[in-house]
């Protein structure tokens, strides 16, 4: 079974190197969808939904500024 990939931009990321599914990048209608979850992208540059298997990746080439 084929999962849905999501390419994303640095910018895409929010303030703690994340995002949230389900989420608009991957065209998904929020109102019937599965509870909302954060997946954090900034580390491991991929990571996958526990609920739909999309998988969130950075695309190649991208930089996640920041940092303490």
Not at 4 to 29: H, Q, R, W, Y
Not at 38 to 63: D, M, N
Request: charged letters at 25%; a positive charge.
């Amino acid at each position: 079974m084929a999962h849905t990939v999501v390419e994303l931009l640095a910018k895409d990321l929010d303030g703690n190197g994340g995002i949230f599914c389900p989420s608009a990048k991957a065209d998904m209608k929020l109102w019937n969808s599965h509870p909302r979850v954060f997946l954090e992208i900034a580390r491991q540059h991929e990571a996958r939904c526990p609920y739909c298997s999309t998988v969130y990746r950075l695309k190649e080439g991208e930089v996640v500024k920041g940092g303490h």
